[in-house]
């Protein structure tokens, strides 16, 4: 039961971080849109938009392991040990970067 | 001219707005299912089976043989209460590594989000009961000091320190020696190598330390 406490507050975390970024990410996209004055602020079909946002924070995942890898055994293992918290990070990453793309669809 | 000048018609706005929900459900549904499978895999996992769960209890009973009565304790209740398990993915993972012939263990873990539950790896099952036995020894110093703080504290290599030192101090009643179950003997040097030195430099000057760092090309 406690398990399932600890699990369903680390989803809510995750959820308020997926919420923060998309806000954060699409207040961005608005005002590069303002700033341009030329909608819409990238010309791409939808699915790329979905691509592009899944494909980002995947990349800086896979980019922190290869540099782990690179620089020693010892940081990879840091990473694995903490890889909840690294999710964290990803999930704010993709809430800020699917924003972004969403917003930047807008108008 | 004003900055919230529209620049679409309405009809056109209102598809807009379709458009950016779909691209919500498509994103964030598919981060969600595999964060999920994630989630569910490596914290909660599947149990290890018959097989797994026999290989547990002799190493339960060593322990209690050698005296280690409250490791045994906690490692009877973790296997009572079907706690140890396995995980698909980091499975896959070390199946992979080890077929791209690269060196990598993988003995077992304590998840960051699951306190009662002890994850077996691949590397888990290459080695004898004395192995094993101070494998167990080192996951259960993870699961009591997990157990006696909320998330287990970060970061969990201050946990790596105090849990190689527990399975180093241990290893001599176990009876894990370099000729008995080596690799386990070897993986635990390196543990002190790569943790436990940092943290308490003392153990540098210990013979078999010393010895071992020797052996494994790491200096005095």
């Known amino acids: 039961m406690a398990d399932i406490a600890i699990i369903l507050a680390y989803v809510g975390v995750a959820a308020l971080l997926l919420a923060s970024g998309d806000r954060l990410g699409e207040r961005a996209a608005c005002f590069a849109l303002r700033r341009c004055q030329r909608p819409p602020l990238l010309c791409l079909p939808a699915w790329l938009h979905v691509s592009i946002a899944l494909l980002i924070p995947s990349l800086v995942l896979a980019g922190v392991f290869v540099t782990a890898v690179a620089y020693s055994r010892n940081a990879l293992e840091i990473i694995a040990n903490n890889l909840e918290l690294i999710l964290l990070a990803v999930f704010f990453l993709t809430g800020l970067t699917g924003g972004f793309l969403c917003g930047a669809r807008r108008l | ?220």
């Open chain 2, 1 to 220: 001219m004003a900055l919230s000048r529209p620049f679409c018609a309405p009809e056109q706005l209102e598809r807009n707005w379709e458009h950016a929900v779909l691209m919500r459900v498509l994103i964030y549904g598919t981060l969600a299912v595999v964060a999920a499978l994630l989630l569910v895999d490596t914290n909660l996992g599947t149990s290890v089976g018959k097989y797994g769960r026999q290989a547990v209890s002799t190493a339960v009973a060593h322990l209690e043989k050698r005296g280690m009565t409250s490791d045994a304790d906690v490692a009877g209740r973790l296997a009572a209460s079907d706690g140890f398990r396995e995980s698909k993915i980091y499975g896959y993972i070390v199946r992979l590594a080890r077929s791209s012939d690269l060196d990598f263990s993988f003995y077992a873990y304590t998840p960051l989000l699951s306190r009662s539950r002890v994850f077996i790896g691949e590397s888990f099952w290459d080695v004898g009961v004395v192995g094993r036995s101070s494998v167990l020894i080192h996951e259960i110093a993870h699961i009591t000091r997990h157990q006696e703080r909320l998330l287990g504290g970060f970061p969990r290599s201050a946990d790596e320190a105090q849990a190689y030192r527990r399975q180093y101090l241990t290893y001599r009643a176990v009876g894990l020696s370099p000729s008995t179950d080596g690799i386990a003997y070897w993986n635990m040097m390196m543990g002190i190598y790569t943790y436990v030195l940092p943290a308490y430099p003392e153990y540098r000057y210990r013979p078999d330390v010393r010895l071992a760092m020797r052996e494994l090309g790491l200096g005095d």
